[in-house]
């Protein structure tokens, strides 16, 4: 399974900014990290494909919130209200069967290239 991520960029304190994560093919669940410059990689979101479960990170509920099309493969990270401590490259990840470790790095066996996510103050 390959990942495509996309829709990174620069932009200003509370600004949105939508990620997405093709799958080239079907994945029993999806999750987005991220990794800030000196700082280890950070579980944000994932999500069952099945739809029947999601979980965002306390350090970002309320303002991200993580989808899936699963006709397309394909998981979104909606993030709203940006803040300057929330630029970092963004990672999905994709795991082909069952795991619990939908949290961890671990738990995933197929990583996209990472997208940039710049906010300015």
């Known amino acids: 399974v390959q990942l495509q991520a996309s829709g990174g960029g620069l932009v200003q304190a509370g600004d949105s900014l939508g990620l997405s994560c093709a799958a080239s093919g079907r994945t029993y669940a999806m999750g987005w990290f991220r990794q800030a410059p000196g700082k280890e990689r950070e579980f944000v979101a994932c999500i069952k494909m099945s739809g029947d479960y999601a979980y965002v990170a306390e350090s970002v509920k309320g303002r991200f919130t993580i989808s899936r099309e699963n006709a397309l493969n394909t998981a979104y990270l909606q993030m709203n209200n940006l803040k300057p401590e929330d630029t970092a490259v963004y990672y999905c990840?994709?795991?082909?069967?069952?795991?619990?470790?939908?949290?961890?790095?671990?738990?995933?066996?197929?990583w996209g290239q990472g997208t940039l996510v710049t906010v300015s103050s």
């Open positions: 990840a994709a795991s082909p069967g069952w795991t619990h470790m939908l949290t961890a790095p671990g738990g995933y066996g197929y």
